[in-house]
């Protein structure tokens, strides 16, 4: 007997242990239900201790998992009392060992695991750096084949603290192309035999893998927080951390009251933020992201641009929001780089872009007061530790084994 089913939002069928992304009747994302409702740690390290809620029968191993620590001069500086940071990247002095620097990695395993308890020998995904350097380096580990579709902005990231092997495979889109090109392509690729999509927000064992930084939190604090910060793309990582609240919720050890999400995106290309503003469910391309590949090759985290968010979706991000009344926020490329400076000044750990954005949203909402000297707050540093890593490691970049024009190309002529 398996450990969780697998329900759908919208019309409730169920389904059992297996790897599924989406159900038969409708295009509700799917929520894993897990047997065990109270979190029960396991005695292993990294996110292996929330195995309670991973939809993965055998055990994770793996020393990667999210650190939750309380900030001292950041806090101090922002005037907060209960700031707390969930650091998701290489930091060893902190106890953080993600070798590829991106909470990412915390999907990565819980998948491939799934995938192959499941049956499955390959999986296929878009990226625009982070999610593949994470997929690539746990294919690397367990030998599962990974087919990673990169826009060529992104190639630049993908690279390993270990040397790639064979099961890593790169296609690389030409410039022009950007993360919803790689997407097309991707969903293309995947119909190929043999292989399956890794799905996106889509994928309970993703969501799962992220929820463990809302986990760790309520854990390390003995309740959930009152305010979680993150920049997000796609708003995956909010929908995660929602999703991991309503566990702690039912659980009843961690309070009743659910984290109010406090996301942001990163100007010009901001359309869940555009699209909430309004009150929508619906993002429309006309009004939200008008000229949408021009915004994006101006965005300073690239990694956050999606063009088809999980947004308006049953339980997706508008219902998350929803649930915790939430407040989006649309970040300059100025107040990410100013954020990202003061940040590494006070707490002494290198920063990604993404989490850059995620600070810069902490600052404004104390300086508008959505925010309570005295709250709890849940800071998402969701990549980080990247110069940190470079004195422990040599790092090896991953070379595309075949090139696309464009997300249409005859598939035949990649060779895969």
């Known amino acids: 007997m398996g450990k969780f089913k697998i329900k759908c939002l919208k019309c409730g069928k169920e389904y059992g242990h297996q790897y599924r992304l989406a159900c038969e009747n409708d295009d509700s994302i799917l929520r894993a239900e897990y047997f065990e409702k109270r979190l029960d740690l396991r005695k292993q390290p990294g996110m292996g201790r929330f195995h309670s809620w991973l939809p993965v029968q055998e055990e994770l191993t793996t020393d990667a998992g999210p650190t939750t620590y309380k900030s001292e001069a950041f806090a101090r500086e922002l005037g907060l009392l209960n700031l707390y940071i969930g650091f998701s990247g290489y930091w060893p002095e902190r106890g953080s060992f993600i070798k590829t620097c991106s909470f990412k990695e915390l999907e990565a395993y819980p998948t491939m695991q799934l995938l192959k308890e499941s049956g499955g020998k390959a999986i296929v995904l878009a990226s625009v750096g982070n999610t593949g350097r994470a997929f690539a380096h746990v294919s690397v580990l367990t030998g599962i084949d990974a087919y990673i579709v990169v826009p060529d902005s992104g190639i630049s990231y993908l690279w390993l603290p270990e040397e790639p092997n064979e099961s890593v495979h790169l296609i690389d ?117 008008k000229d949408a590949k021009k915004q994006i090759e101006e965005t300073y985290a690239s990694v956050l641009t999606n063009r088809t968010p ?21 970040i300059t490329r100025e107040e990410a780089i100013e954020a990202k400076a003061l940040f590494e000044s006070l707490e002494g750990i ?7 954005v995620a600070v810069a949203s902490l600052l404004k909402a104390v300086k508008t007061g959505n925010v309570g000297t005295g709250d709890i707050i849940l800071l998402n540093i969701a990549g980080g530790g990247y110069i940190r890593l470079k004195e422990d490691f040599t790092l090896f970049q991953i070379s595309p084994v075949a090139h696309a024009k464009n997300p249409d190309v005859p598939l035949e002529s990649l060779n895969i």
Do not use: C
């Open 310 to 330: 999980p947004y308006g979706i049953k339980g997706g991000l508008y219902d998350a929001l929803g649930d915790t009344d939430g407040v989006m926020y649309a």
């Open 173 to 289: 889109l030409s410039p022009g192309n950007d993360y919803t090109d790689a997407i097309n392509l991707a969903v293309r690729v995947a119909k190929l035999p043999g292989l399956v999509s890794e799905g996106g927000a889509r994928n309970i064992a993703r969501r799962d893998g992220m929820g463990t930084v809302m986990l760790d939190a309520a854990v390390t604090l003995g309740k959930m927080p009152d305010h979680y910060f993150q920049a997000v793309g796609s708003g995956t990582g909010g929908i995660s951390a929602w999703e991991a609240s309503l566990r702690l919720r039912a659980d009843g050890r961690f309070g009743q009251k659910l984290p109010k999400l406090q996301l942001a995106q990163n100007l010009p290309f901001v359309p869940i933020y555009s699209a909430w503003q309004a009150k929508r469910r619906e993002i429309i391309p006309e009004i939200d992201m």
């Open 350 to 356: 290198d920063i990604l872009p993404p989490s850059a």
